[in-house]
């Protein structure tokens, strides 16, 4: 039954990724799923991690990012083509995920976790934890960066992250009392735009998800030990654009 529901699941990520610029209601996508509406919502929801209309929005997000890498369509023009009828709701979604503007992800590609940290520092008096463990990739030389998130998708900023030159150990400081998910990613260098495509079948681009983890301050480090995958269609799309982990011989960084 759960290879069924895989297969409705994927003929749902299927659809989305050929119609992202339609207007694709939850109703379409339990047809094509063959589940009443109600039953669609929750098993996708089971196998993704996230809501159907979420992981929709990830998959024209990503999207926009492939053509603002790869062409010179204008933003207006691309926010169209995902399906977004406001550029400006475009452009603040754009902004949430991905880490900057259309614009500047045009010119730079991607956030530095330099920038990234900018505006993360806690109110004075803030309990935080610390997060420690093994990640262990079949990428075994390459960069990979792992930090944690409120939900099930590398979007947006994570509360506390690391960049690793290869896999290895690995320790989260800072981290404020809440739920969160662990996720890694790790990319083959000169195999950047895996990132902005969706999962092939080679092993260009390797992630893992964990959690959610339950922190709380005074109870001692949480230990967390992961293992990447060559990433599949079921998982939600990459969004957040980290440009340090595409530079070869990215050295070790903490936040």
């Not at 749902?12 to 990724?17: G, R």
């Not at 940290?117 to 934890?129: D, H, K, L, N, S």
Request: hydrophobic content about 40%.
């Amino acid at each position: 039954m759960d290879d069924v529901i895989e297969q409705a699941v994927l003929r749902v990520i299927d659809s989305m990724h050929e119609n992202f610029g339609e207007q694709i209601t939850i109703d379409d996508m339990a047809r094509t799923a063959m589940f009443s509406k109600f039953h669609f919502s929750r098993v996708f929801q089971r196998v993704t991690g996230l809501s159907p209309g979420r992981f929709l929005s990830a998959v024209r997000l990503r999207e926009a990012k492939r053509l603002l890498a790869s062409t010179s369509m204008n933003i207006t023009n691309i926010s169209h083509q995902v399906g977004y009828s406001s550029v400006g709701t475009f452009s603040s979604r754009f902004t949430y995920s991905v880490g900057l503007p259309p614009s500047k992800y045009r010119r730079h590609m991607g956030i530095t976790t330099q920038a990234l940290a900018a505006g993360r520092e806690r109110p004075p008096g803030t309990a935080t934890a610390v997060m420690h463990g093994e990640i262990v990739s079949p990428l075994a030389d390459e960069p990979v960066f792992a930090g944690l998130f409120p939900d099930r998708i590398l979007e947006g900023r994570p509360v506390s992250y690391t960049l690793l030159d290869r896999p290895g150990s690995y320790v989260l400081e800072d981290v404020p009392e809440g739920r969160w998910h662990l996720i890694a990613q790790s990319v083959v260098r000169g195999r950047e735009s895996a990132i902005n495509y969706p999962p092939g079948d080679d092993q260009a681009l390797c992630i893992a998800r964990h959690g959610p983890i339950t922190v709380v301050a005074g109870d001692g480090p949480r230990r967390a030990d992961i293992r990447l995958e060559p990433m599949r269609p079921l998982d939600p799309p990459v969004l957040l654009a980290l440009r340090d982990l595409l530079s070869a011989g990215a050295g070790e960084t903490t936040r």
